[in-house]
């Protein structure tokens, strides 16, 4: 099915370091959400975009909705060991009625 | 207010057997969405249902089916099991918006083994 480029597939990184992930697609997408999904469960929502151009933080999270609304990238700033874990991109196309999901990001840390 | 629960947690099964995966969503949730992971497609749609009633369907051959009550807990049954099935398959609920028009809460999910 389809999916959305997401990149980099993996990052090891020191702790402290701050982090860009991104995806991209072809198509004109309505929504964009980040999920993080840790060992045994299931994806838990990070941020939810709705608008092109919006720039919306949690935290030490912060995520935008491309402006040309094919794209959306997820920065995390002073990465702690819990952050490890495998990083989504999701989204839903105009006039589609489910999303769609990116290959993820695994994201290793080292002390 | 409790999560979305999924039972059970692990199961293995051999090609060929049947298998059903149940899923509760959060109280007050009326839409389940089922969804497919493994390492290859990565997550995957299944089918969304919404008052008892698949109100959306991925591109899964119909030895996947599911359904829903009147309790909004759904169930999701694969026939005919093949290697190819073993994956974490993910439920997930919203109040009533469309996955992606509203938020969307994940269960911990069952993985699935086919021997």
């Known amino acids: 099915g389809q999916q959305l480029n997401q990149s980099p597939q993996s990052m090891f990184i020191q702790e402290g370091e701050d982090v860009s992930m991104n995806c991209t697609s072809s198509?004109?997408?309505?929504?964009w959400l980040w999920y993080k999904q840790d060992p045994g469960e299931g994806p838990v929502l990070l941020i939810a975009?709705?608008?092109?151009?919006e720039l919306t933080s949690n935290g030490r999270l912060t995520a935008q909705f491309g402006i040309t609304r094919k794209d959306s990238f997820l920065n995390i700033s002073a990465s702690i060991p819990s952050d490890v874990g495998i990083y989504f991109c999701?989204?839903?196309?105009?006039?589609?009625?489910?999303?769609?999901f990116g290959q993820g990001t695994r994201l290793t840390i080292n002390p | 207010k409790a999560g979305v629960t999924q039972t059970p947690r692990y199961l293995i099964k051999t090609r060929g057997q049947q298998v059903t995966l149940s899923c509760s969503p959060i109280?007050?949730?009326?839409?389940v969405s089922w969804y497919q992971q493994t390492p290859g497609q990565g997550l995957q749609f299944l089918f969304e249902?919404?008052?008892?009633?698949?109100?959306n369907k991925g591109n899964f051959p119909g030895r996947f089916s599911g359904r829903q009550f009147s309790n909004s807990r759904s169930e999701m049954n694969v026939s005919t099991l093949e290697l190819g099935d073993s994956a974490l398959y993910l439920c997930?609920?919203?109040?009533?918006?469309?996955?992606?028009?509203?938020?969307?809460?994940f269960g911990p999910g069952t993985r699935l083994l086919v021997l």
């Open positions: 997930a609920s919203t109040r009533g918006g469309r996955p992606g028009w509203e938020t969307q809460y």
């Open positions: 198509s004109i997408f309505n929504t």
């Open positions: 975009l709705y608008k092109a151009g």
């Open positions: 999701a989204g839903s196309r105009e006039g589609a009625q489910k999303l769609v």
């Open positions: 109280s007050g949730h009326r839409s």
């Open positions: 249902y919404f008052s008892e009633t698949q109100r």
